[in-house]
């Protein structure tokens, strides 16, 4: 195994932990946006006004895309299974 190959698995291995990361943190940021808005516009400064609303909007979308980020960590690990032995020889 040299520098390459690992700087590959690395490279591999963020581009999955974006693609993971993404659908949360948009949602997240999209929900934030709203609720700053809504605050603004009706002056209720109320801090679990802005953390209820987004922990709900994140068990949506967990809900929503749950299984296909954990198909996408599948698929991710049996790759990195299946070289383990063209890694090893």
Do not use: C, H
């Not at 390459?4 to 974006?18: K, L, S």
């Not at 949360?24 to 209820?52: E, K, N, P």
Request: aromatic share 6%; glycine share 8%.
């Amino acid at each position: 195994m040299n520098a390459d190959t690992v700087i590959e698995i690395g490279r591999q291995a963020m581009n999955v932990t974006v693609l993971l990361a993404a659908p949360l943190l948009l949602s997240a940021l999209a929900a934030g946006l709203a609720i700053g808005m809504f605050q603004a516009a009706t002056q209720i400064q109320d801090m679990t006004l802005s953390f209820i609303p987004k922990l709900v909007v994140l068990i949506v979308v967990m809900g929503v895309t749950g299984p296909w980020m954990l198909g996408q960590i599948v698929d991710y690990t049996r790759q990195l299974f299946a070289m383990i032995p063209s890694l090893v020889g």
